[in-house]
Each structure stands twice: as structure tokens, then as C-alpha cells.
């Protein structure tokens, strides 16, 4: 009698799949971590191909960590995570110390908590909002796996992601940021034509961070369909086979349909072993099943009744199964039941996971025998199991929440399926799982629908949320409208209340205009209401509101009541979201060093109560404060730009530990806002250009504002002024959909520049009037910023006084200016003005003050553009040494800037056009040259600075060069103006820059010896 070998006993079509994978297994032994993905159509061999990786895996001491994601984990939150952790600790129990046991323990108490050690206490710990919830629950998730690849590398493989629930993808993502320095090789499958949203959006993250390795698979060949066959048949390649045409045109080179037909074939005769080798009927002969469900019903024929049966049930109940469900359901004792399941196993549709758990060998095999089932029959089979595990769960009924909303609503229970579905979708909310959520929830709608009930607001609002956290306006929209209106039907003004503030909220990224109205009501409704803290969050929302449409002062009013409510509750998260808002106020008010306070108190608070979705937001507006563009018209905070740039990079890092995408565009871009001022532009325009990516994604419109005026900004200051004229008008058009007052000053501000550098003077006026009547104050930052534009026109027009009034006029008026404090982007516009006046020394005097300000914050693309008004100024004066080192400085930095600049079309444009404002070059001698490259300094000024780097005293540098105290004293204030400096640390710090101190040590040495 001659068997067949299936399944096929040699993986084939995969030699180069598998190397690449051990290759990842060996990086993952040597503590390089990463994340591979298998992805291919159903039955393509993934799970195949991974039973060969394990295999490779375990021979070289990794620990083994699997679990599955089922048809029906899209609605229930860790799924594939549970499933690994009960398949873990049921094999190996262990006893975890305290601190990684209680997150975990919390989290999944009635999932794996009986599987721990005998003796093991699981303490209880205070309930944190669901977001610090999840927050640590990955990080104790990740400790977990990482400390256990510390001990001996970890294999962690998740298998059929399509159908993973949103909240594992977060948790993966997570996970994969932390695994790279930690023997852990983190492998996925998936089935590439079955992507959902979530699915995709996680790995669009992978991809775009670089941290997964992807292996599509393939359909077999013909040859190697054959080679299978042969494999299966246990035939020598020299041995005839006439199968593998006909078997390849069926399968069309698919593993696994090509051995559910061949065991489907051989049961029907269709294929024999007739003398000495395997033969079949001709292709037109064969009665071979048009699918695997075919396949499979070929299969079940052959089964005993009630092995039938207990195979409906089990298709019924899921992808895998659990023995006592099915004990409780067939009521058979163990033997009989043990009897059937292995028949079932017998027949290959049935495999045994562990004591307890069984699974159909493939989810096609269980589809197939659920899809042959009669609509009534499977009504009647959920209704039966939805009451087991009702019973059966009763100790712990909100692990099986999502189960049991599947079954009863499957059955018609429509009772059953609305309670079970409202509870699923909130819990599913609370671990935010917004897909699993709306899922739900739309059950329980459904359900509350045949029952000829209105379902509540609350269950809508839900819904609402969810759909909102997705970006999925319309359905968000509609659902909070609907809340609204059954709010007002049954007289509930609580859900009234959060129905207005909800729809508020959500068109606060489309319409300000809608935004306005809602939260007009909110606030009338909670202060009818009478409760301090829902008042304070409308005072909030209203407040948010007159900020964005240019009313600073009503929204400070606004936010400075809702502080003292929050203040008298006692409600720190209330006060910490409170000072945020005040602190943007401030910011877009034109007062940043109010703002620096405000963020402070923020950013404590939100560290104090681990909330760091308020925090990222928060570090990343602090990091602004520090001087950007916006900002440029205003005195900066007293932040170091090294401190904004820590504040930047911390925001970015925090938003993406917490997978908020909506956070992490926001932080990108302002990242950007950052770096451009200083001339970081290839950063500057990675970051902007990622944070507009995934503004777009999620369509946040006010985000895609920001991050096209980023990017417009910062092709303006590189001269790529077509680039800019585009992106600054994407964001003008954004600006007006959004009905932000505030972003359509602050982009027409930028836009005029782009048309008067194009010459285009009437058009550059068109905008400026458009978005600012003339007539109007210059409070804001967005409305300073439509002034400054004007003054630049008003110079361009030849008008120097008018641009000499509005600058003063905007001088005057700027918060925290003191006599010390210089803006130099006003202070230059002065200066230009002061010198088309013909008011040389007041124009030069102004002139250096803005060039020593812009030096010292770091505003190298202002500082060059200021040297060049200095060099036209010196010019004039026929000063020509002085303008010849003004326009070389220029030089000099717009080489710098260039250098960072990585697109090489752009970088020659801006080197081309910057150049092309600076006289031609012309040949200097070899102390001129040295004197230029050295900032203007002279051979002895030179040489106090590198003794200066020294450490020496100025009685020293005297004693040193033989001069008095006082000439030394001359020479280090010269150093001072030319340089801009304020300090003998920066002029030291100068000098080892330029190799000055190194040079004349090495020139003492010269002159020591002998």
C-alpha cells in the first residue's frame, strides 16, 4: 500500500526566503534585534515556511514565543497577545517579580494569572486613565520580552496579522522600536490581499521608520509544483509523474490547495497508484472540486455523524477552540469527545494545540465548513454557545465581552447582543482599539435597531469617538449628530452637553466657523448645568476657539476662568491642559517669555501625571519658544537653542512611544519650525516634510496648514521661490477651508515675501490687504507678521519711511523688550530703511545690532542676508575694505548653508541665486585673505583671541605681546563688535574653532627649541 506523504514532508520554492530569515535569526543571537514580515495570499506557505525558521531558531538556544490572531480578534484588544501569553505561561509556569507582574497581571488577570506560579501574590493597583493604562502596559509588555531575550535569544512570532485588533498593531510598533538593541527577532505574517486599514497604517509606519525586513511570497513554479508532488509521492527524479500539469492549472502553484486536492482527488479515485507509479484521469475527466471548500466538504463526507457535529460546533465557535466549551455543548463525556477530535485530526482538519485548546488546521478549513452550514443551523449554534460561555465566563465575564457580542448577535439575541456589544465597544475604547470599538458598537446599534429601541447618546458618542480617532469625519459627524439629537429627545443635558463639545472638536480641524457655534452652546448649556468642571472644559474649548480666529485677548479671559475653576477642584490634569492653552495663547499673542512660564508649569505637570499625550504636545511648543518663524517679529524666550532641540527631539520620541500619529505630525513639523531659522535645512525639510505626510494620512487639515507653510518657508529661504509660491498657497487655500484667521495671516505674511522676490509687487499687496484690512493692530503674531510683510513692500516700493513707521510702530509693541533686547529680523528691516534715508550711522549702528543678535541666536540664514545689507551700507561710504568683508562673511555662510542642503538641484539654485546678490570676487592678497576668513580681525587682534583661548588673564596677554593693559582691553572690544560677541568664552570658543590657539602653540614650540 503506498501513502502518501502529506503535508509535504521538504519545504520547496523557499531556499532563498528561509536563508534571509536565519541570516535575521543569527543578527537577532548577536543582540541586533529587528522585525521580519511574511506576507502572501492564503495557503501560499507562510506558516510552512516558519515551522523551518523555528526549527533553525531552536537548534541555535532561542526561546520560542507564538501566537495568532482569528477572523474575529479585529474586535478584541491583545488578542494575538493573549493568545502567546496563555500558550507561554501554560507551558512554562513562572512567578514574575512584583514590578513586571502587575501591569501584565492587571491588564490579563483571568487570561494568564491562573498559569502563574503556586504562591504567587498578584497585587492590585489604582486604576489609571485608559491611556496610562495602555501606556504601561506596552512598556511592561516590552520589559517583559526584552528581558527575556537578555536571558537567551527570543523568537516572538505572530502569525495572520490581517485579522490583528488595532490596539497589538500599536503594541508591535511599539515593540519594534525597542527590539533593535536585544537579541529579539520579532516575526510577522499576514495575508497580502486581506490588508486592513490599522494593518496597513502599521506597516506604512515600519516601512517609513526602516524597521521591518519583508519577504513577499510567491505561487510556486511548474517546476516547483513538481518538485512537491514528487516530494509528496516519495518519487526519484527519474521516476515518471504525469500529475503536475493538471495539478498546477487547479492550484495554480498554492501549497496548500494543492494538498487539499490531491487528498481530495486520491478520496474519490481520481488519482490511484496503478502499476508501480502514481496516475490520474485525464484533466477533463478528473472530478476535481472547484475550491477548498469543495475540498473540505469531500473531506467531511467520510466523518461519523457525530464527529460532523462536533465540527459545526467548533467552525461556529472560531478559528480555535477550547475541549470544555465543546464538552459543555455535545455533552459527551471526555472519551467521546477525545474519540471524535481525533477522527477530526485523523481526517487532517483538526490539529491539537495543548491539553485544553484545539484549532482547524487552516482558517480556510473552518470558513469552508462555516459557509456549508444553513443561516438557521448557525443561528441556533451561536445562540447555544453565546449561553455556555455566558455561564461557563461568568467569573470572568469582561475577558469574553467581544465573544459573547459576536455570538448573540450572530444568534439574533438582540437583547443580549446590544448589552454585550455596548460593553465590548466601550472596554475595546479604554484600551483604544477604535476598529474593534466601532465594530462593536455598531452591534449593539444594530441590535437596539430590531429591538425597536433608540439606543442611547452615549453608545453613538462612542462610536463617534472612535470613528474621529480614525480621521473618518463623516461617520464621526454623523454619529455625534444623532447623539445630539437623542440627547435632546430623552432630556439628558449631560449628553447634550458632551454631543456639542464633541462636534465642536471635530470641526475644529475643518470649519472654525461650525467650531464656534457648537462650542457657543457648550458653554451656554454647562453653565446652566452648574457643574465647575464641565464649565471649565467648555471655557477651554470656547477659549481655543477665539485664539485661532485672532481674538488672543477674549481667549486668555476664557482660559485664565476655567484655570480657577480647575485650580479650586483641585484638578491637576485640568490645570496642566489649562496652562497648555495658556501657554499657545501666549505664543500666538506675541509673548513668548509669558508663553516659556506657562509651558514650564505644563510640561511639570503632564510629567507629574504621566500624560504624555499632553506632554509631547507641550515639549514641542516649549522647544518653539526658543525663536522660529513665526515668532520672528517677537522676542524669544531665554532657551538655548541646544535645550529647544533636546525639548524637539524628546516631544518627537514621546509621541511615537505612544503611537500618536496626530501627535507625532504635529511634532515633526515643529521640529522643523525649529531647525530652519538656523540653517539645519536638510533636517529641517525631512522633518517638515514627514509631519505633512502624516498630517495627510489622517487628513488633519490645520496639521497639513502647518506643515505646507513649513516647507513653503524653508524653500523661500533657499530662493526656490516657485517651490514656495506652491507650497505657501496649498496652505493659504487649507487655511481658508479651515476658517483659521490666524494661519491665513501668518501664510499670506510668507506668500507676499515669495511675490515681491518674484517682483511682483501688486500681487504681493493683494494678499496682504486680504488677509489684514490696513487699518488693523498688530497684536498677534500672525497680524505682525502681515505688517512686516508691508514694511519689506513699503522698501521695495521705495517708500523707506513708511517701512521706517511700521517697523517702530511693531517695535514699539512687542512684548518683553527691553533696552538690552534686540529682534533682528525688525532691527535689519530698520536698518534698510534707515539707510534709503541716507541716515548712514544710525542704519550701521542698527545694522550690527541685528547682525550681533542673529549671530548669537544662531540665525545664520538671517545673519547672511544682514551682512549683505551692511556690505551695500559700506559700500555707499566708499568703505570698501569693510563692505569687502561684510559681503565675504555672506559668503561664507550661504557656502554653509549650502552644504547642508541634500538635494543637489536645490542646493546649486540657492548657492546660484544667493551668490548673485554679492558683488563678484575679487583677488585678494594673502593677509587680506587671512583677515577676512578670520571675521575682520587684525594679525594682533588674532593673536589676543588664540591667547584668550589660552585661559590668560588680560594683565598676561599684555606681558605676553609687550603692550599695556589697557591696548589689550582696546583689542578685545574690537573683537567684540566684529565678532558680535558678548563673552571671553565665545571669543576662546571662536579661537579653537578656527585653529588659531593650536597655531600659536605650535609656533612657541617652534621658537623654544633650540
Known amino acids: 500500500m503506498h501513502t502518501l506523504a502529506l503535508p509535504c514532508p521538504t519545504l520547496i520554492g523557499r531556499t532563498d526566503d528561509l536563508a534571509t530569515l536565519h541570516l535575521l535569526v543569527d543578527r537577532a543571537g548577536k543582540g541586533q534585534g529587528g522585525v521580519a514580515l511574511v506576507s502572501g495570499e492564503a495557503g501560499i506557505g507562510k506558516s510552512r515556511l516558519l515551522a523551518g525558521v523555528k526549527t533553525y531558531a531552536a537548534s541555535h538556544g532561542f526561546l520560542l514565543l507564538q501566537g495568532s490572531c482569528f477572523p474575529t480578534d479585529h474586535a478584541i484588544p491583545y488578542a494575538p497577545l493573549l493568545d502567546l501569553l496563555r500558550s507561554h505561561f501554560s507551558s512554562q509556569p513562572i512567578a514574575l517579580p512584583p514590578p513586571e507582574v502587575e501591569p501584565i497581571a492587571q491588564a490579563f488577570l483571568s487570561d494568564v494569572g491562573h498559569v502563574l506560579a503556586d504562591g504567587t501574590s498578584l497585587p492590585m493597583f489604582t486604576s489609571l486613565d485608559p491611556e496610562q493604562e495602555k501606556r504601561h502596559l506596552f512598556t511592561a509588555l516590552a520589559h517583559f520580552f526584552t528581558s527575556e531575550a537578555n536571558k537567551h535569544p527570543v523568537l516572538l512570532i505572530i502569525e495572520d496579522m490581517h485579522w490583528s485588533d488595532d490596539t497589538s498593531l500599536e503594541f508591535l510598533h511599539y515593540l519594534a522600536r525597542h527590539c533593535l538593541a536585544h537579541p529579539l527577532l520579532i516575526l510577522l505574517t499576514y495575508r497580502s490581499d486581506e490588508v486592513r486599514p490599522s494593518l496597513r497604517h502599521f506597516l506604512a509606519h515600519l516601512d517609513r521608520e526602516r524597521l521591518a525586513q519583508e519577504i513577499s511570497l510567491l505561487h510556486l513554479t511548474g517546476r516547483e509544483v513538481e518538485a512537491m508532488l514528487r516530494a509528496i509521492f516519495a518519487l526519484p527524479p527519474s521516476a515518471r509523474l504525469e500529475l503536475p500539469e493538471p495539478i498546477y492549472t487547479l492550484t495554480e502553484g498554492n501549497p496548500f490547495f494543492l494538498e487539499e486536492l490531491l487528498k481530495s482527488l486520491i478520496s474519490t479515485g481520481d488519482i490511484f497508484y496503478e502499476n508501480g507509479r502514481w496516475q490520474g484521469k485525464p484533466l477533463g475527466e478528473l472530478r476535481i472540486p472547484r475550491s477548498v471548500q469543495d475540498a473540505v466538504q469531500q473531506r467531511t463526507d467520510c466523518l461519523h455523524e457525530r464527529a460532523r457535529h462536533v465540527l459545526s460546533l467548533a467552525a461556529v465557535a472560531g478559528r480555535r477552540f477550547d475541549f470544555t466549551l465543546l464538552q459543555q455543548l455535545t455533552h459527551h463525556d471526555e472519551q467521546e469527545l477525545l474519540s471524535v477530535l481525533k477522527e477530526l485530526i485523523a481526517a487532517q482538519l483538526v490539529v491539537e494545540e495543548s491539553e485544553e485548546r484545539f484549532a482547524f488546521r487552516h482558517a480556510l478549513t473552518r470558513q469552508a465548513v462555516y459557509a456549508d452550514l444553513l443561516v438557521r ?80 447618546p452615549k453608545i453613538s458618542l462612542a462610536r463617534g469617538q472612535a470613528y474621529e480617532t480614525l480621521g473618518e469625519f463623516e461617520q464621526a459627524r454623523a454619529d455625534y449628530e444623532r447623539a445630539l439629537e437623542i440627547a435632546r429627545s430623552v432630556h439628558d443635558p449631560a449628553a447634550e452637553w458632551q454631543s456639542l463639545s464633541a462636534l465642536g472638536f471635530l470641526w475644529a480641524g475643518r470649519d472654525y466657523s461650525q467650531t464656534g457655534t457648537y462650542y457657543r452652546q457648550a458653554l451656554e448649556l454647562a453653565r446652566r448645568l452648574g457643574d465647575p468642571l464641565t464649565l471649565a472644559h467648555s471655557l477651554n474649548r470656547l477659549g481655543n476657539w477665539h485664539l485661532n480666529i485672532e481674538q488672543p485677548g477674549e481667549a486668555l479671559g476664557y482660559h485664565q476662568e476655567a484655570l480657577t475653576l480647575f485650580q479650586q477642584a483641585h484638578d491637576a490634569p485640568g490645570v496642566a491642559q489649562t496652562c497648555d492653552l495658556l501657554g499657545m495663547a501666549s505664543l500666538l499673542g506675541g509673548d513668548l517669555v509669558q508663553g516659556e512660564a506657562y509651558y514650564q508649569q505644563a510640561v511639570a505637570l503632564f510629567q507629574e501625571l504621566d500624560d504624555r499625550q499632553g506632554l509631547a504636545s507641550s515639549l514641542a511648543t516649549l522647544a518653539k519658544l526658543g525663536g522660529i518663524y513665526q515668532s520672528e517679529t517677537s522676542v524669544p524666550a531665554s532657551i538655548s537653542f541646544a535645550e529647544c532641540l533636546r525639548l524637539g527631539e524628546q516631544a518627537i520620541k514621546t509621541a511615537r512611544e505612544i503611537g500618536s500619529r496626530s501627535a507625532e505630525a504635529y511634532t515633526l513639523v515643529s521640529l522643523g519650525q525649529l531647525l530652519g531659522p538656523r540653517g539645519e535645512y536638510a533636517r529641517a525639510l525631512e522633518v517638515a516634510q514627514a509631519g505633512l505626510s502624516l498630517s495627510e494620512q489622517i487628513e488633519h487639515r490645520q496639521f497639513m496648514t502647518f506643515g505646507h507653510w513649513e516647507l513653503g518657508v524653508l524653500y523661500l529661504e533657499l530662493l526656490a521661490l516657485p517651490e514656495a509660491q506652491q507650497q505657501l498657497e496649498q496652505a493659504l487655500a487649507l487655511a481658508h477651508e479651515v476658517g483659521s484667521q490666524y494661519w491665513i495671516r501668518l501664510v499670506s505674511g510668507f506668500l507676499a515675501l515669495a511675490y515681491l522676490l518674484q517682483q511682483d509687487l501688486t500681487q504681493a499687496e493683494s494678499i496682504l490687504n486680504a488677509a489684514l484690512p490696513p487699518d488693523a493692530p498688530s497684536q498677534t503674531s500672525g497680524q505682525r507678521l502681515v505688517w512686516a510683510a508691508r514694511a519689506d513692500l513699503a522698501l521695495a516700493r521705495s517708500d523707506p519711511g513708511l517701512t521706517l513707521d511700521i517697523t517702530d510702530r511693531l517695535i514699539a509693541s512687542a512684548a518683553n523688550l527691553s533696552g538690552e533686547r534686540v529682534i533682528p529680523r525688525l532691527w535689519k528691516l530698520r536698518g534698510e530703511a534707515l539707510a534709503a534715508l541716507s541716515l548712514a550711522a544710525e542704519a550701521e549702528t542698527t545694522l550690527q545690532a541685528a547682525q550681533a543678535a542673529a549671530r548669537a541666536q544662531g540665525l545664520r540664514p538671517l545673519l547672511w542676508r544682514i551682512c549683505v545689507s551692511l556690505g551695500k551700507l559700506y559700500q555707499t561710504q566708499k568703505r570698501q575694505g569693510e563692505a569687502e568683508q561684510a559681503f565675504l562673511t555672506a559668503r561664507m555662510l550661504i557656502e554653509e548653508l549650502a552644504a547642508n542642503v541634500a538635494d543637489e538641484r536645490l542646493r546649486k539654485h540657492f548657492l546660484s541665486q544667493a551668490t548673485a546678490m554679492l558683488p563678484p570676487k575679487r583677488s585678494l592678497s594673502p593677509d587680506r585673505i587671512a583677515k577676512q576668513v578670520h571675521g575682520g580681525l587684525t594679525a594682533r587682534e588674532r593673536e589676543v583671541a588664540a591667547l584668550i583661548a589660552q585661559g590668560k588673564s588680560n594683565r598676561a596677554i599684555a606681558d605676553e605681546l609687550v603692550v599695556g593693559v589697557s591696548t589689550v582691553e582696546a583689542h578685545i572690544s574690537h573683537i567684540f563688535t566684529k565678532l558680535g560677541f558678548a563673552s571671553r568664552a565665545q571669543i576662546a570658543a571662536w579661537a579653537v574653532d578656527k585653529g588659531l590657539a593650536l597655531a600659536r602653540q605650535d609656533g612657541e614650540e617652534t621658537r623654544q627649541q633650540p
Open 377 to 456: 443551523e448557525r443561528k441556533g449554534l451561536h445562540r447555544a454557545i453565546a449561553e455556555t460561555l455566558e455561564r461557563l465566563a461568568a467569573p470572568a465575564l469582561d475577558t469574553y465581552l467581544a465573544d459573547l457580542a459576536y455570538h448573540f448577535y450572530e444568534a439574533g439575541a438582540w437583547e443580549k447582543a446590544l448589552e454585550y456589544g455596548q460593553r465590548a465597544g466601550e472596554r475595546a475604547q479604554a484600551m483604544y482599539a477604535p476598529y474593534a470599538a466601532i465594530e462593536q458598537l455598531t452591534r449593539a446599534l444594530d441590535a437596539a435597531h430590531h429591538l425597536g429601541r433608540i439606543a442611547t
